[in-house]
């Protein structure tokens, strides 16, 4: 029987969610000696992708954190956000 179409996402999910992290932090980090140079548009346009990936990455994390939760042994999940 084929994974459903979620289970699939999530295992994405799970693998994929550092990146975007990175990739946000390291164009934050780059941001300022580029604006010490003058270039102020390019910094503007960065710190707008570094927010876009920065959303992406904590989503993505959220959905494979909310999945290993549902996976568990011993019924853990169900969305009521309690610890197990």
Do not use: C, K, N, Q
């Not at 164009?27 to 010490?36: D, E, K, R, T, W």
């Not at 140079?37 to 710190?47: E, I, K, P």
């Not at 959220?62 to 568990?72: C, E, S």
């Amino acid at each position: 029987m084929p994974a459903s179409p979620l289970a699939s996402l999530a295992r994405l999910a799970a693998r994929s969610w550092r990146l975007p992290l990175i990739v946000a932090s390291v164009l934050f980090a780059v941001s300022g000696p580029i604006h010490s140079l003058g270039r102020f548009d390019t910094v503007f346009y960065a710190s707008l992708v570094g927010v876009a990936l920065g959303g992406i990455g904590v989503g993505l994390g959220y959905l494979a954190l909310h999945a290993d939760r549902a996976g568990a042994p011993g019924g853990a999940g169900g969305g009521d956000g309690e610890p197990t």
